[in-house]
T-cell receptor, first 115, second 112 residues
Framework: DTGVSQNPRHKITKRGQNVTFRCDPISEHNRLYWYRQTLGQGPEFLTYFQNEAQLEKSRLLSDRFSAERPKGSFSTLEIQRTEQGDSAMYLC?????????????FGPGTRLTVT | GQQVMQIPQYQHVQEGEDFTTYCNSSTTLSNIQWYKQRPGGHPVFLIQLVKSGEVKKQKRLTFQFGEAKKNSSLHITATQTTDVGTYFCAGERGSTLGRLYFGRGTQLTVWP
């Protein structure tokens, strides 16, 4: 399967614990995005990378959230001191410039439940 | 706050009826993209519109980008049960290229 993959698919954690998610983009896609989606809402932008550079980070993201893409390939998203409000589906997407557009390919997501 | 508004939130149609969802931005967009998310699935790219007044068609789907590049619509002719899902518009602004602002989506249900 050459699509975007995310691990784990589900994560249940207790409030206050740290969690880390991984995203493997489509090979050679230079852009990688993180979104958060809750029920009945559209994906909410968190951050994105072009190669290893983090180009933008949402102001909605508190200091508890951090993302890395150290070698410009896979990425990790860490949430420290999780809160119940962090419960959501965390989506990763990747893209590459093709015919003048950055079509985004989404992974299956990691569903986080904070108890 | 919500940068891109999308209506309606829900639409129930009988198979064969038409469907339209509308998207409106408070600011001018550099481009707009449309995605479809099936129940339990992840968003899948449908199309991107870039030019003012642009119209693109994909079989029974017609996409429009407004002249002012602030609104867009997706129209499905003669819906089928396979059209079920949530349709999202997502706009990109010139000041924050690379960042997509998603609408809340329109959840389409099609009765056979």
């Amino acid at each position: 399967d050459t699509g975007v993959s995310q691990n784990p698919r589900h994560k249940i954690t207790k409030r206050g614990q740290n969690v880390t998610f991984r995203c493997d983009p489509i090979s050679e896609h230079n852009r990688l995005y993180w979104y958060r989606q809750t029920l009945g809402q559209g994906p909410e932008f968190l951050t994105y990378f072009q190669n290893e550079a983090q180009l933008e980070k949402s102001r909605l993201l508190s200091d508890r959230f951090s993302a890395e893409r150290p070698k410009g390939s896979f990425s990790t998203l860490e949430i420290q001191r999780t809160e119940q409000g962090d419960s959501a589906m965390y989506l990763c997407a990747s893209s590459a410039l093709d015919r003048g557009q950055y079509e985004q390919y989404f992974g299956p997501g990691t569903r986080l439940t904070v108890t | 706050g919500q940068q891109v508004m999308q209506i309606p939130q829900y639409q129930h149609v009988q198979e064969g009826e038409d469907f339209t969802t509308y998207c409106n931005s408070s600011t001018t967009l550099s481009n707009i993209q449309w995605y479809k998310q099936r129940p339990g699935g992840h968003p899948v790219f449908l199309i991107q519109l870039v030019k003012s007044g642009e119209v693109k068609k994909q079989k029974r789907l017609t996409f429009q980008f407004g002249e002012a590049k602030k609104n867009s619509s997706l129209h499905i002719t003669a819906t089928q049960t396979t059209d079920v899902g949530t349709y999202f518009c997502a706009g990109e602004r010139g000041s924050t290229l690379g960042r997509l602002y998603f609408g809340r989506g329109t959840q389409l249900t099609v009765w056979p």
